[in-house]
């Protein structure tokens, strides 16, 4: 493209040799020199305005990508909080079962301990509603307790049945009770247990 300076230059000799020019030369001569002119302002004002689309769109990008964050911040928010509540229901069944077949075990302890201090038979009635509220209990348990701790349940039932006199069955629920004890406080605490392995001295 020509410059200013070449036009004026160009028009300058046309006239010096006295070439008669129509007045659209001077038109067309004269939109040249304004497009020159112009040039250097439409070329700053596209570049502003292309810098102001690229903002735009950066901006648009940058958006999009926090709407994103945000929305696998609250998914991860939502997941974490759905598995603490999860953790947290199991180990309030555990609490509860554990407590259920604690205190039914004591209850029956007591019955059986009673029987064995007096001499006299126990009552039927009082500890069968005891052991089958504690079988219950142990059913329940089952869901929600570790490997570990339904072989226990199960030992305590095997050793009930395999009991044949008060005595033997009030060492069942004694030591029954103290296994469950501290098998909830290993499970829902994270305790170290305080028994030896049953056969170990």
């Known amino acids: 493209m020509l410059t ?64 994103q964050t945000t929305r696998a911040t609250h998914e991860i928010q939502a997941a974490i909080t759905n598995q603490a509540w999860i953790d947290q229901k199991r180990w309030d069944l555990k609490l509860q079962c554990y407590r259920d077949i604690a205190e039914q075990l004591a209850h029956a302890g007591a019955i059986l301990g009673e029987s064995v201090l007096v001499g006299t038979p126990p009552n039927d009635a009082e500890l069968t509603a005891a052991i089958a509220a504690m079988n219950r209990a142990a059913t329940s348990a089952r869901i929600a307790v570790p490997g570990n701790v339904r072989t226990l349940l199960s030992r305590i039932a095997d050793d009930w049945h395999a009991a044949a006199s008060v005595k033997a069955r009030y060492n069942v629920v004694f030591d029954g009770w103290i296994s469950v004890l501290d098998a909830a406080r290993v499970d829902l605490f994270g305790e170290q247990s305080e028994l030896s392995p049953k056969g170990s001295t």
């Open 4 to 67: 200013p300076e070449q036009v004026r230059a160009i028009v300058n000799d046309a006239i010096a040799q006295g070439v008669g020019l129509h007045w659209t030369v001077f038109v067309f001569a004269g939109l040249l020199i304004i497009a020159a002119i112009a040039r250097p302002l439409v070329d700053a004002y596209m570049a502003a305005k292309g810098k102001t689309l690229a903002t735009k769109q950066d901006l648009r990008e940058v958006l999009d990508q926090v709407r």
